[in-house]
């Protein structure tokens, strides 16, 4: 059975700390995302990344950073937190193709932070 | 680019047919399009896919019309367990640029 495990179901940080957000995948795959989810607002693309050390933008980075330095693990960064990044996170891993709707996507189970 | 949009919310009783629509002016011309299902505490889940025409399998039927700019997810007979948000992903392209978007998201709520 596929897997997607995020470090954390729950999570509450003070504005102005380091967060850092894990994810794992167990099925060897190329491309991984990262998604917030607000009501009304759907899921929002944070970044991707499509091999090790490769990462992109995708549609709301700012705030955000990414490292990926093994194929399974891939980990969202917030700088500094602030309370406007209080959201679920999202991981997400896919295989092969880059930015396709085609592939399905496996998804974590989220992280809720709350940044006071 | 151009989003994606669905009803915010529907309700139904069992044993009902629902369709839940989702419009994608944008969207681009080789890619798929793809719903997906989520339950309170869960991260989504693939349901169906598909290119053109109708597609159906074991849990729904997708049909898209010949413009590709909508398609509609056709849930038979749903039940108390089908009540979750749905989701559908396209990949909107204007220009060079491709943009994967999931729309905001539907509620559906199945009402005994």
Redesign the interface.
Known sequence: DVK?TQSSRYLVKRTGEKVFLECVQDMDHENMFW?RQDP??????IY?SYDVKMKEK??IPEGYSVSREKKERFSLILESASTNQTSMY?C?SSSPFR????D???????TRLTVL | LAKTTQPISMDSYEGQEVNITCSHNNIATNDYITWYQQFPSQGPRFIIQGYKTKVTNEVASLFIPADRKSSTLSLPRVSLSDTAVYYCLVVISSGSARQLTFGSGTQLTVLP
């Open positions: 997607v998604y009304g607002l759907g899921l929002r693309l991707f995708g549609d999202l997400a930015l396709a709707a085609t399905t996507q496996y998804f974590g189970p989220g």
